[in-house]
């Protein structure tokens, strides 16, 4: 087999693509946070750092309104494009340390992918002024699992590709680990949140090939653009190879494992 150029030159421009990576989350996922809500019904979805609405567009029919904000103006952009002026939700450029709301006024707070960069005290603090008494919150991640012949490709190539060109690339990791460490749950308890709990959940999510691509070199600097594209170019055709070898036809299906805190402001 030799080195692939077509259709991997233009994956560098896809790679910056939000939305071609990041996958909404599963059914089930929605199935374990809508748990402990009213009948599964929410009055109002809060959902800090919204990015392109992924969380709206998965919630979308188990809501009566539902505000998605996001420091990013671009992030605002696409997500209202995404929408295309639905009455029902509402996109706004804002930061989570300042929620407009009113008090006692939100169903369900989510906050995905995001957490890390909050100013964790005054984030928690405007969750817990807006949510009704009884009301929840959600905090998760999600991250690819690392026990997979898809993770064992993405470091083997990794580890080649930091060997050839002699630079340093961030190594596919488990996230649990560290994600354990943030004071999520000590956090929600300090303000006043109870019935705590952290899960993690597996689900999996179908790529095509070139999406998958995509979602192995984000991390490695692809999505910031911040690889050198003959290094990425390496990367991208010694992953399709891997592809090949291994005889995929229909695409490939990506475990993720999903990081779930939730709280409840008392009643």
């Known amino acids: 087999m030799g080195i692939v150029t077509k259709p991997w030159k233009s994956n560098h421009k896809r790679s910056k693509d939000y939305e071609l990576i990041r996958k909404g989350y599963s059914q089930r996922i929605v199935r374990e946070i809508l748990k ?24 979308y029919s188990f809501a009566k309104k539902i505000t998605g904000t996001d420091p990013q103006k671009e992030r605002i952009t696409q997500a209202n494009i995404r929408f295309n002026q639905k009455k029902k939700v509402t996109f706004r450029q804002e930061s989570a340390e300042k929620i407009k709301e009113k008090n006692n006024t939100i169903s369900l707070v989510t906050a995905a992918q995001c957490y890390q960069y909050f100013k964790k005290d005054k984030v928690i603090k405007e969750i817990h ?50 994600l354990k460490t943030l004071p999520v749950l000590s956090n929600l308890k300090k303000h006043g949140f109870e019935n705590l709990s952290y899960k993690k959940i597996t689900s999996k999510y179908h790529y095509s090939f070139l999406d998958w691509v995509s979602l192995m070199t984000w991390p490695m600097g692809a999505g910031t653009g911040t690889l050198d594209p003959k290094v990425l170019h390496f990367i991208e055709n010694e992953l399709y190879l891997a592809l ?9 299906f990506e475990t993720y494992d999903h990081f779930l ?4 402001k008392k009643k």
């Open 36 to 59: 402990g809500t009213s009948n599964h019904k929410l009055d109002h979805l809060l959902d800090l750092g919204t990015g392109t609405g992924q969380i709206p567009a998965c919630f």
């Open 129 to 178: 002024r807006v949510l009704h008494p009884g009301g929840k919150v959600c905090i998760l991640w999600k991250y690819p699992n690392q026990n997979t012949w898809q993770a064992n490709v993405a470091l083997r190539i990794a580890k080649k590709t930091i060997k050839k060109f002699r630079i340093t690339l961030p190594l596919p990791r488990d996230m649990e680990p560290q």
């Open 244 to 252: 090949q070898k291994k005889g995929f036809k229909n695409g490939i």
């Open 261 to 264: 805190f939730q709280g409840y």
